[in-house]
């Protein structure tokens, strides 16, 4: 699927799957919405004190899809990091309470899903699952000195103030963000609310995805003139001209000055035969959804954590990742190859060999500092992976 990013907003929500809302309306955890479309309670319990999370959860909420006869999640939820558990199963995770036996109490664990609560008392209820958007930098992205609509334009866009500027070490003309109203880094920065995506397409014809990812400028959300569409193709350099998506705030490009990484960003060696692309591993994708008879698009499931680290081996194209970039014939890279050669790569200074797993063990000879070049790296790779099969 050249040239797709996430496409988080084409999966259908549970009324418009047919004969489940009734269901779900019938449950207090969910609140119907005229003309009867049902949605589950918002996540608004997961929501530090710090910041209001209410864009992002009112995603999750409607871009819900039942699954079986529990309330269930779709990518939406899994790429915001948040499970909403069905009562059923929320209780019969409690732990043990209280017990009393020939007049003896044990006080036991506190139940895990509602404290305080008897057991079987519990309601349906939104758990993190501990990745997707929650666990990432971009739901945390508020150092204080951000708060401001100038620095708002990157750390938290939907309340930018398009006029502001910095001038001579100072923000001009940028309003305050209130520190408990921080809304960080939420899913419209990239994805244009459903209203307005169809318009997006029509002003923009050649739009990657159909305008269903873009880049927020500040003008509001809801307005079609304000997100810029993406290009699929390369640039003069061979990068990909998606990566604008990513460069727009992060301003560089990292290891520019590594061969083997230019290499990567300027050939063909990504998962769709062009430059490997930002998303390529820092939102690699895991899984595929919908497609034959769910009726729903095929849509890649991306990680939306941006955690390379977390996300192995999908993020590396080892052995058992989607991408498979160092899975072949001429390599084979595992999920330990690929923890290994981490460190080299953010830590190009460092004597390479004093590293795990090479201390003690001999091998070939590579240069202990700086950049190494594409062939130093080859050979890096065959010796990291000798070594883990040792």
């Known amino acids: ?138 739901a945390q992205s508020d150092y204080a000195t951000t708060e401001n609509g100038f620095c708002a334009k990157c750390h938290s866009p939907l309340q930018a103030y398009a006029p502001a500027s910095f001038s001579n070490g100072a923000v001009a003309n940028a309003p305050a963000v209130p520190q408990q109203r921080f809304q960080a880094v939420t899913c419209a920065t990239c994805h244009p609310p459903d209203n307005i995506t169809a318009q997006i397409g029509a002003l923009n014809p050649s739009a990657m995805d159909g305008g269903a990812v873009a880049i927020y400028l500040w003008k509001g959300y809801n307005n079609p003139a304000s997100y810029q569409t993406l290009s699929t193709g390369v640039n003069s350099d061979g990068t990909s001209q998606e990566d ?82 160092h899975n072949s014939v001429y390599s084979t890279f595992t999920l330990a190859d690929a923890q290994n050669l981490i460190p080299f790569i953010k830590e190009q200074h460092n004597d390479w060999w004093t590293l795990p797993p090479f201390n003690g063990v001999v091998q070939a000879a590579v240069p202990a500092h700086g950049a190494p070049t594409l062939i130093e790296y080859k050979t890096l790779e065959r010796e990291i992976s000798k070594i883990d099969a040792m």
């Not at 990518?75 to 059923?88: D, I, K, T, V």
């Not at 063909?268 to 919908?290: A, K």
């Not at 890649?300 to 498979?324: I, K, Q």
């Open 244 to 325: 604008l998506l990513c460069l727009n705030c992060h301003e560089q490009r990292h290891n520019t000055d590594n061969s083997a990484m230019w290499a990567m960003m300027t050939t063909t060696y990504g998962p769709n035969g062009g430059p490997v692309r930002c998303i390529d591993c820092h939102m690699s994708e895991y899984q595929s959804i919908g497609g034959g008879s769910t009726g729903l698009p095929l849509l890649e499931e991306r990680f939306h954590d941006w955690n390379v680290g977390a996300d192995l081996p999908y993020s590396c194209g080892a052995v058992g990742s989607v991408s498979g970039c």
């Open 1 to 138: 699927m050249s040239g797709t990013l996430v496409v988080l907003l084409l999966a259908a929500p549970a009324w418009a799957l047919g004969g489940s809302s009734e269901a779900l309306a019938a449950s207090p955890e969910f609140a119907a919405v005229a003309p009867g479309i049902t949605y589950p309670v918002l996540p608004t319990e997961l929501t530090p004190p710090t910041y209001d999370y209410a864009a992002p959860e009112t995603c999750a909420g409607c871009h819900f899809i039942q699954e079986g006869n529990l309330p269930g999640l779709d990518n939406m939820s899994r790429a915001l990091g948040a499970w909403f558990e069905s009562a059923a199963a929320v209780n019969a995770s409690c732990t043990a309470g209280p017990t009393t036996s020939g007049g003896v109490t044990t006080p036991g664990a506190p139940f895990a899903c509602c404290t305080g609560k008897g057991a079987g008392t519990c309601s349906s209820m939104w758990q993190l699952t501990g990745s997707g958007w929650f666990g990432s930098r971009h």
